[in-house]
């Protein structure tokens, strides 16, 4: 039983959307000890009703007040909602876990993966009358950082090369459900609808959707090159990413190469990564057996395989590996609610 | 009018299959001259009736013997039907262009784009009295060097890291069809018919089905390695590649990173793929619009993106670029089809 009295108080922020549901979901799996929850959405969601542990809840508006009392919130709203109430809550006490980009680079904001860098919010804990900001990393980072770390630890990344293959679900239960209907649209013969990304996704893959800036490459490709500078705490690691959109609906794929400082043979790797928290190897050559996004589908963990040694480079200096995670659960609401769970 | 008495006479082989179709396809839309054409394939397809050129032709069986009096032969069957009947007509005085890996990486074979390495081929012309086998590169190879060839002219590349994107027309006909099945099968709750790939195409992806090497990679990607080197005859560049099958349906994309031996700024790189022949450049960061598999579908060029300073290299000794091409027609059919124009 996670519902609990001398448990923290809880508040989740977007919890009608994809990630904002995963939340609920993840929170209960987990039997996430809570005295209490508030479900919290723009005014256009409030008085929805949504069910969590074995109760119907109903949606509230998201106000300044909402976090009086509150221990800890999950937000998943958007930058801008993350903006606005983020900090404002942790005046009030609260620590927030955020899932949006607001806070991740900014100075102070722990940005955690809590696998790989737990260290980054050592001191914040519920119940020392303190609230905080921390930061949730982009999904492609998570996902990519769980498996690469590892090696990273015992051989040091100098340079990463990362190609990704991301999923509907990174843009929203929106695009998920647009996905859906332009496939069938397309199918029939008809013209895809297209209000999300204003251009054919069924059967077609493009660029990542993100601002490009003004070195060329697009926002979501400088949260990997930026974020895993942060969280390696290593200023000095090379990051390069192409970030593409494909046509799967909620996990992410990516093909990454790495150059390494020290050298690193194919069958140590895989000893490190069988031995690596939250990430599983399927790397079966025989049957060409290898990571899939539907494998890695509503789980927890993240899987990795063609795992060899980079014929591009002399010596065991360099490894390809290829990379899946379901970007709603690792890559956002798991990873949050193991965050809240180093609060406790 | 591309039927002339004096013409050479042309066979084509696989007639049946989504590369033989395209062959006649690109032979007509390109008025390539032909005093006759034989429509060959397997027995369990001969008797089958083709349109070309305005008339109906009657499909017939490869044997021995279908090469007589053929000037030039295009095959896509598969490599086993190249390396039976490949040498065959090439003895028999046929100039053979091969779409199979079967003698691409023999010596004296040439490997050719003809935008790449015309001179592979110097010599070899329909009227000499002698047969040939030329080698049709891989469809990866050829979309990828399209666009980086002209670079590597400039700032002679050192090392290229590739990911693919490849659609379903890679493995034939069927799986065009499967992936269709699929995706039917999954929007209706239904278990996906998995009869070409053995696993779910549709909303998912999986490293491509090639047979693995003892190195770890699939025979895809050390195509991509060992045909670069080949027809850039460059024995020193070094390549890695990751080959991934994505639910498209017949246009390859690929993300590439570039590492020069001398410094190329993107602006030169962008001006340098501008004239590029076969090549034509989607770049418009401010709409985000890049190349996509859609925009190529059905088209002769390869089409070039994401054109951008690499931020994981000092200075301008790196690019990243993204390049889609038509995998059936410049990945096979048209290469094809150039190669033979240059027979005549």
């Known amino acids: 039983m996670s519902l609990q009295e001398s448990a923290p108080s809880l508040a989740v922020v977007g919890v009608t959307g994809a990630v904002g549901q995963e939340f609920l979901s993840v929170l209960s799996d987990r039997d996430f000890p809570y005295s209490s929850v508030k479900m919290l959405a723009s005014k256009r969601s409030a008085g929805k009703r949504v069910a969590f542990d074995g109760r119907e809840y109903t949606v509230e508006e998201l106000t300044a007040e909402s976090f009086d009392g509150v221990d800890i919130a999950l937000f998943s709203a958007g930058g801008s ?5 983020g900090p404002l809550a942790a005046e009030k006490g609260t620590i927030v876990v955020d899932n949006s980009s607001a806070f991740r680079m900014v100075d102070g904001v722990p940005l955690v993966i809590p696998e790989v860098n737990p260290e980054a919010m050592k001191g914040i804990k519920v119940g020392m009358g303190k609230g905080a900001l921390i930061a949730n990393p982009n999904c492609s980072t998570i996902i990519c950082l769980m498996a ?3 090696l990273h630890h015992h051989a040091k990344v100098k340079r990463m090369v990362v190609s990704t293959y991301q999923a509907a679900s990174g843009a929203g239960a929106a695009a998920m459900e647009e996905l859906i209907q332009q496939t069938r649209e397309v199918l029939e013969g008809k013209p895809p609808t297209c ?3 204003g251009q054919q996704y069924a059967f ?7 601002p490009i800036l003004d070195n ?10 930026k974020e895993t500078r942060k969280i390696w705490n290593d200023t000095e690691v090379k990051v390069t990413a192409t970030c593409i959109r494909v046509p799967v609906m909620r996990a992410h794929a990516e093909s990454v190469n790495l150059q390494f400082e020290n050298p690193l043979d194919e069958n140590t790797a895989r000893e490190i990564l069988k031995k ?3 990430v599983y190897i399927i790397d079966d050559r025989a049957s060409n057996t290898f990571p899939t996004p539907l494998d890695v589908s509503n789980k927890d963990d993240v899987a990795v395989g ?6 591009s480079q002399d010596g065991n200096f360099g490894l390809d590996i290829f990379v899946c995670g379901d970007q709603i659960r690792k890559g956002a609401a798991l990873n949050a609610v193991q965050i809240a769970e180093m609060l406790l």
Do not use: C, Q, W
């Open 81 to 85: 909602i993350s903006k606005e109430f």
């Open 148 to 150: 690469v770390t590892p």
């Open 195 to 197: 209000n999300i990304f």
């Open 204 to 210: 077609n893959l493009f660029s990542h959707n993100a």
């Open 216 to 225: 060329g490459y697009n926002e979501e490709e400088m949260k990997l090159v």
């Open 276 to 278: 690596a928290p939250g």
């Open 306 to 311: 063609r795992i060899r040694r980079d014929v």
